[in-house]
């Protein structure tokens, strides 16, 4: 089945703890993204990457860093979390980035920072 | 400056009804996409509609059509006979045909309630 796997899917962690929400796709799909969901902003973008070791900020980087070694996997990683990135977090993926495109997603990751 | 605009943060419809959802748009590219997707309560992002700017006709999948209408910059979503399991918030997404980062921007969304 072809998908986007993120984990954790609930997370919760104290302000200063580095984490990393894995995601993963298994339908060789060159380009991956982040986002992240707020209540009345929608879907922003944190990073995106174009291949395996081309990635570059979005909308909304700071805070931020990912990593893209495989094709296959799209790592987000927060150093030091503080409570502003308390958020719905997504990983997408798409095949091209033709205008027609569909964007496939994971299942999201709600982490709390505290 | 915010490319999609979804006004309505909040709508409420009665089941069976029909029910309209906007989306206006703000672009200089000529190729672009459109996408509505949903997100139900447990938080999946489900595809359901796209409309190409070079679409002349509006698209159609099933109760979900796009009412498209270029020169105005909109392109709203039409659920016909609403059911109680499409309660959710929908996302209008705009992809640009000429930019570098031609990813996916969203609008703020709307929550939809179906009432029985």
């Known amino acids: 089945e072809a998908q986007v796997t993120q984990n954790p899917r609930y997370l919760i962690t104290v302000t200063g703890k580095k984490l990393t929400v894995t995601c993963s796709q298994n339908?060789?799909?060159?380009?991956m993204s982040w986002y992240r969901q707020d209540p009345g902003l929608g879907l922003r973008q944190i990073y995106y990457?174009?291949?395996?070791?081309?990635?570059d900020k979005g909308d909304v980087p700071e805070g931020y860093k990912v990593s893209r070694k495989e094709k296959r996997n799209f790592p987000l990683i927060l150093e030091s979390p503080s409570p502003n990135q308390t958020s719905l977090y997504f990983c997408?993926?798409?095949?091209?980035?033709?205008?027609?495109?569909?964007?496939?997603f994971g299942q999201g990751t709600r982490l709390t920072v505290v | 400056a915010q490319k999609i605009t979804q006004t309505q943060p909040g709508m409420f419809v009665q089941e069976k009804e029909a029910v309209t959802l906007d989306c206006t748009y703000d672009?200089?590219?000529?190729?672009?996409?459109l996408f509505w997707y949903k997100q139900p309560s447990s938080g999946e992002m489900i595809f359901l509609i796209y409309?190409?700017?070079?679409?002349?006709q509006n698209a159609t999948e099933g109760r979900y059509s796009l009412n498209f209408q270029k020169a105005r910059k909109s392109a709203n979503l039409v659920i016909s006979a609403s059911q109680l399991g499409d309660s959710a918030m929908y996302f209008c997404?705009?992809?640009?045909?000429?930019?570098?980062?031609?990813?996916?921007?969203f609008g703020a969304g709307t929550r939809l309630t179906v009432k029985p």
């Open positions: 997408a993926s798409s095949s091209t980035l033709n205008r027609g495109t569909e964007a496939f």
């Open positions: 339908m060789n799909h060159e380009y």
């Open positions: 990457s174009m291949n395996v070791e081309v990635t």
């Open positions: 672009t200089s590219d000529q190729s672009y996409g």
């Open positions: 409309q190409g700017s070079y679409d002349e």
């Open positions: 997404a705009m992809r640009e045909g000429d930019s570098y980062n031609n990813d996916m921007r």
